[in-house]
């Protein structure tokens, strides 16, 4: 069973940093790209940093210059380091890999998504 699973969110003070993890595990062929995307009650899921299979990277505008995400090479897990945060960061914070696996019924190419993991940013 394929699956992602996100680490790292807390509680944290405004201007502090955090660092989430999502490793994404099963029957994996390839990843064609993993990112975050975060959500807030009442609001629709939005995205927060993307990375594709070559390394490029996409960021909202409202990170640019605080957060990095980053994939080690040939590894199934992505990074979101995410510094002087703000209380309006404050989200649910969602892993997604566009990846192709092995299912019993042929080879699938599927966006998947973490359970999400929560970043609250209040002093």
Same mark, same amino acid.
């Given at each position: ?22 490793? @994404? ?17 009442? +609001? ?5 940093? $993307?990375? %594709?299979?070559?390394?490029?990277? *996409?960021?909202?505008?409202?990170? +640019? ?10 590894? %199934?897990?992505? $990074?979101? &380091?995410?510094? *002087?945060? +703000?209380?309006?960061?404050? @989200?649910? $914070?969602?892993? %997604? ?5 092995? &299912? ?20």
């Amino acid at each position: 069973q394929v699956q992602l699973v996100e680490s790292g969110g807390g509680l944290v003070q405004p201007g502090g940093s955090l660092r989430l993890s999502c490793a @994404a595990s099963g029957r994996i062929i390839s990843i064609n790209g993993m990112g975050w995307y975060r959500q807030t009650p009442g +609001k629709q899921r939005e995205l927060v940093a $993307y990375i %594709n299979s070559g390394g490029s990277t *996409n960021y909202a505008e409202y990170v +640019k210059g605080r957060v990095t995400i980053s994939r080690p090479s040939s590894k %199934n897990t992505v $990074y979101l &380091q995410m510094n *002087n945060l +703000k209380p309006e960061d404050t @989200a649910v $914070y969602y892993c %997604n890999a566009d990846m192709t696996t092995a &299912q019993p019924g042929g080879i699938e190419r599927e966006d998947y998504w973490g359970q999400g993991t929560q970043v609250t940013v209040s002093s």
